[in-house]
Each structure stands twice: as structure tokens, then as C-alpha cells.
T-cell receptor
Framework: DTAVSQTPKYLVTQMGNDKSIKCEQN?????MYWYKQDSKKFLKIMFS???????INETVPNRFSPKSPDKAHLNLHINSLELGDSAVYFC????????????FGSGTRLTVV | AQSVTQPDIHITVSEGASLELRCNYS??????LFWYVQSPGQGLQLLLK??????LVQGIKGFEAEFKRSQSSFNLRKPSVHWSDAAEYFC???????????FGAGTILRVKS
């Protein structure tokens, strides 16, 4: 069973479209994250949710809207896609207890043409 | 400002040689420290982490890292590199457990036979 799963793995879309990326974790973790990895492989936090509550919102355009219907899911919706949104988006999760690391999904490669 | 520095963008080592990847951080307190590895087209895999206690931590795949408070460093080492270790390595820190991870820019490891 995949611990943190993202769909789709690849997404190619035209500028101006609206798209969503889904993330689900079956680890029972309390906190979930979205990270963006740009073309230079730099990873940066976008959002974090704890038990469905938004706790981190870095300087991300408001075209990006995360949604957490329950603590096992954190979806990312992107409106009016732009060329600069092309990147790999990683979902991650973390438990609030214990000393485990952050678990990452395998990433969604978004290409805007 | 919080930052993580990986001074080496690329490192090339011969198979069987030893490896050290450098990581420095700038924070007032001791953060939680992590090393992740990313193979081409893949997600992020946790190699090891440091929270407290013994400053030499062992990870998967024969990797270890040493936390040095006086140098604000958390360097990753492996005594004998295998060709399959070729990948990109990311150092990351979190100020509080469960908080966002701040990543370094990554070090690309090439292994020559």
C-alpha cells in the first residue's frame, strides 16, 4: 500500500485551464503539506494543513487553493494555469507524535503549454 | 532568515570511494535535521534524521550523518559509494517538529566506474 499517493503522476495542460491534483495518505498522519519543486530542483513549501485546518500558507498566488475534506486528503486546485506553474508538486504528511520523518508522495509533474 | 546551504551543486566520486555531502544551516536553535534522496523522476526518500541525542545518526543504504552544533552542520557520509547511489541529495531542516521543512538547493551525486 502506498503511504502517500498523488494523482495524476503527469499532467499536461494549456495555459488558462483549471486543474486539480489529489493527495491521500493512509498513515493516519495529522499534518499534510504541498511542496513545489521548480525546474532547478529547488523545493519550497506551499501549504500545510493540520487536521483539515490551514496552518501554513506561504506566498503562493491565490490561483492556488488547497482543500482538505478530511485529514487523510489534501487536494490542490489551480486556476488559470500559467507557464510558470510548470513544476513537480509533492504532497507530504507528518504525524504530530513520535519521531518519524516526513513522508513524501512520488510527485505530480505539471506541464503548462 | 532561516536558510539551509548545500555548498556543492555537483559531486563526482568513483565507485567504492568515500563520500561526504555538506550541509549547513542558519537558525538560532538546533533544528530537526533530515537528509532526503531523489532519484531521477522519483519522489523523495528519507535517508536519515536527527532530532536529539547521539550526534552521529545512521540511516538507510549505509549512509550516516553527523550533527555538529559548533559548525551548524549536518554532513552526510558513506564509506563506499555504489553506482546506484547516483541521485540528488537534499538536506532539510524544521524548526519545530511537524512544521514546514526548509530544503537546501540539493547536491547531485555522480558515480563513475
Amino acid at each position: 500500500d502506498t503511504a502517500v499517493s498523488q494523482t495524476p503522476k503527469y499532467l499536461v495542460t494549456q495555459m488558462g485551464n483549471d486543474k486539480s491534483i489529489k493527495c491521500e495518505q493512509n498513515l493516519g498522519h495529522d499534518t499534510m503539506y504541498w511542496y513545489k519543486q521548480d525546474s532547478k530542483k529547488f523545493l519550497k513549501i506551499m501549504f500545510s494543513y493540520n487536521n483539515k485546518e490551514l496552518i501554513i500558507n506561504e506566498t503562493v498566488p491565490n490561483r492556488f487553493s488547497p482543500k482538505s475534506p478530511d485529514k487523510a486528503h489534501l487536494n490542490l486546485h489551480i486556476n488559470s494555469l500559467e507557464l510558470g506553474d510548470s513544476a513537480v508538486y509533492f504532497c507530504a504528511s507528518k504525524t504530530g507524535q513520535g519521531s518519524g520523518g516526513y513522508t513524501f508522495g512520488s510527485g505530480t509533474r505539471l506541464t503548462v503549454v | 532568515a532561516q536558510s539551509v546551504t548545500q555548498p556543492d551543486i555537483h559531486i563526482t566520486v568513483s565507485e567504492g570511494a568515500s563520500l561526504e555531502l555538506r550541509c549547513n544551516y542558519s537558525y538560532g536553535a538546533t533544528p530537526y535535521l533530515f537528509w532526503y534522496v531523489q532519484s531521477p523522476g522519483q519522489g523523495l526518500q528519507l535517508l536519515l534524521k536527527y532530532f536529539s541525542g547521539d550526534t552521529l545518526v545512521q540511516g538507510i543504504k549505509g549512509f550516516e550523518a553527523e550533527f555538529k552544533r559548533s559548525q551548524s552542520s549536518f554532513n552526510l557520509r558513506k564509506p563506499s559509494v555504489h553506482w546506484s547511489d547516483a541521485a540528488e541529495y537534499f538536506c532539510a531542516v524544521a524548526l519545530e517538529y511537524g512544521n514546514k521543512l526548509v530544503f537546501g538547493a540539493g547536491t547531485i551525486l555522480r558515480v563513475k566506474s
